[in-house]
């Protein structure tokens, strides 16, 4: 089946510095990624949408100069949250969506888990 | 009325027995249902995906569509501890709309 690969797992950082998350579709093209929050016990919260070549589109309240999104290529989007702040701490995952996208389910990584000291 | 209703459970089950977990929405315009299935920090798994009404089956898992209910299904036959996670409903109308997704429901299979 698809498989979306997701990294890091797990990453540390300080408070004021930025961390980068990879998303990567790796045996098929995604042209729409998906970014997700989940906080314990929740369920999925999106962030934001990205389309490969085109301007992420960010969901109401998430701020797009804080969690940065580039979608370059068919296989590759990236999540920077930038000036990382202790309540940024969380489970973020991203998912994708092949093609043809009008009946293609939804393949998620394996999340990332950000914790800001 | 929020669009997907999922209980959240606990929902606690003896290793054999029948799981049956269900979602219900309000948006008329889903077509397109999934269940997934999420172990503890880790994404979610796609278990099932169904177009429109109907049933669908694969393994000890099979999932109902009714649209005109607006209500879907999810049961685990023969259930074992492995099958301890989250499951969560999720459903779209189809294009690139994006995916409304149910609380999610814990089950726990006891040995």
């Known amino acids: 089946g698809a498989v979306v690969s997701q990294h890091p797992s797990r990453v540390i950082c300080k408070s004021g510095t930025s961390v980068k998350i990879e998303c990567r579709s790796l045996d098929f093209q995604a042209t729409t990624m998906f970014w997700y929050r989940q906080f314990p016990k929740q369920s999925l919260m999106l962030m934001a949408t990205?389309?490969?070549?085109?301007?992420?589109?960010?969901e109401q309240g998430v701020e797009k100069d804080k969690f940065l999104i580039n979608h370059a290529s068919l296989t590759l989007s990236t999540l920077t949250v930038t000036s990382a702040h202790p309540e940024d701490s969380s489970f973020y995952i991203c998912?994708?969506?092949?093609?043809?996208?009008?009946?293609?389910?939804?393949?998620f990584g394996n999340g990332t888990r950000l914790t800001v000291t | 009325q929020k669009e997907v209703e999922q209980d959240p459970g606990p929902l606690s089950v003896p290793e054999g027995a029948i799981v049956s977990l269900n979602c219900t929405y309000s948006n008329s315009a889903f077509q397109y249902f999934m269940w997934y299935r999420q172990y503890s920090r880790k994404g979610p798994e796609l278990l099932m995906y169904?177009?429109?009404?109907g049933n669908k089956e694969d393994g000890r898992f099979t999932a109902q569509v009714d649209k005109s209910s607006k209500y879907i299904s999810l049961f685990i036959r023969d259930s074992q501890p492995s099958d301890s996670a989250t499951y969560l409903c999720?459903?779209?109308?189809?294009?690139?709309?994006?995916?409304?997704f149910g609380k999610g429901n814990q089950v726990v299979v006891i040995p």
């Open positions: 998912s994708a969506r092949g093609r043809p996208v009008s009946n293609s389910p939804l393949h």
């Open positions: 169904t177009y429109s009404s």
């Open positions: 990205s389309n490969e070549g085109s301007k992420a589109t960010y």
């Open positions: 999720a459903m779209s109308a189809g294009g690139n709309n994006r995916l409304a």
